[in-house]
Nanobody
Framework: QVQLVESGGGSVQAGGSLRLSCAAS????????MGWFRQAPGKEREFVAA????????YYGDSVKGRFTISRDNAKNTVYLQMNSLKREDTAVYYC?????????????????WGQGTQVTVSS
């Protein structure tokens, strides 16, 4: 099992920045990819970003490309999501997830472990 704990959510005005953290523990050696998803009320869970745990290759959803940056600290088993130029439409609960494979990393059902989520609210 892998346990994931997110932190860093909160409220910010449009144009501002936030950094989310996701600390992984347990059988982290089994993790191949770490990802971030988000879900706004009444909407489906949306892929935000992912990072290959060993090689550091990154992937982004179209709606956040150029504004968000995913990174990792292997020594701390932690993944970060730096969110800049935030927009109201970025408001959602953000979830960290871990995948034991590298297939279909943009698809939420492929992920094996999930954090509890952290709320991000962007106001204008």
């Amino acid at each position: 099992q892998v346990q994931l704990v997110e932190s860093g959510g909160g409220s910010v005005q449009a144009g501002g920045s936030l950094r989310l953290s996701c600390a992984a523990s347990g059988r982290t050696f089994s993790v191949a990819v770490m990802g971030w998803f988000r879900q706004a009320p009444g909407k489906e869970r949306e892929f935000v970003a992912a990072i290959n745990w060993s090689g550091g290759i990154t992937y982004y959803g179209d709606s956040v490309k150029g504004r968000f940056t995913i990174s990792r600290d292997n020594a701390k088993n932690t993944v970060y999501l730096q969110m800049n130029s935030l927009k109201r439409e970025d408001t959602a609960v953000y979830y960290c997830a871990a995948d034991r494979s590298t297939f279909n990393i943009r698809v939420s059902i492929e992920y094996d472990y999930w954090g509890q989520g952290t709320q991000v609210t962007v106001s204008s």
